[in-house]
């Protein structure tokens, strides 16, 4: 039984981290040994809440993965920074009621391992354009916020990429404002992440 549960998570791992997979347990970097069982030992004994059937080779790996040892740069360190970061890549191309358009630059620092955009920076890039989007049909006398952010992948937007980001409200009443996102790959057109955010209204101060 452990055995069978233990070649699931092996399975499991492979599918969802193929890159570091390969590189930690089958040994594909010459540079690197697999990891010892004694290694794996010790990962287990700093967690002692990971369960004991789980396969010692993939337990180093996914303590490797999820370990972070480079320093945030003090540029990072404030609040906010990383909307700085995603601001950095994106230029404003039309800005309409209702409507703003933005050409993204897809850059190393909001890359994934794979090569394409990070899910994350995709997510974030939408949250910056909807918020935007709705401002232009809320008054500034109500402050905004995010209260729900769907987004699909379709696919990749690689390194240097140049993406057309287009924002659109799709509905706002006194309380909510709706605003579908689309990213197309400038050169081709071609449609690689969707999003729809919700953004709620607080109501004006009466005093």
Avoid at 20 to 39: F, I
Avoid at 75 to 98: M, T, W
Avoid at 131 to 159: M, Q
Avoid at 180 to 200: C, D, M, N, P, Q
Wanted: glycine residues 6%.
């Amino acid at each position: 039984m452990s055995c069978h549960y233990s070649n699931n998570i092996n399975s499991s791992v492979k599918r969802i981290f193929p890159r570091v997979w390969a590189t930690e347990v089958h040994g594909m970097d010459k540079n690197r040994q697999q990891p010892s069982s004694a290694s794996a030992s010790s990962v287990a004994d700093d967690h002692p809440s990971i369960s004991k059937d789980i396969n010692a080779e993939a337990l180093a790996m996914l303590d490797k993965f999820f370990k972070f040892s480079t320093p945030i740069p003090p540029n990072l360190s404030h609040p906010d920074a990383y909307s700085d970061l995603f601001r950095s890549c994106l230029k404003v191309q039309s800005i309409e009621r209702g409507k703003i358009s933005c050409l993204l630059t897809v850059k190393l620092p909001i890359l994934n391992i794979y090569g394409g955009m990070h899910g994350g920076a995709v997510a974030c890039v939408a949250e910056l354009v909807s918020h935007a989007c709705a401002r232009t049909v809320v008054g500034k006398d109500k402050e905004i916020f995010l209260g729900e952010l769907s987004t699909s992948y379709l696919s990749a937007a690689p390194n240097k990429a140049n993406v057309i980001v287009d924002g659109s409200v799709v509905r706002s009443g006194r309380n909510l404002t709706v605003v579908a996102v689309e990213f197309k790959i400038e050169e081709s057109g071609k449609l690689v992440y969707t999003s729809r955010a919700t953004i709620y209204h607080l109501p004006t101060a009466r005093l």
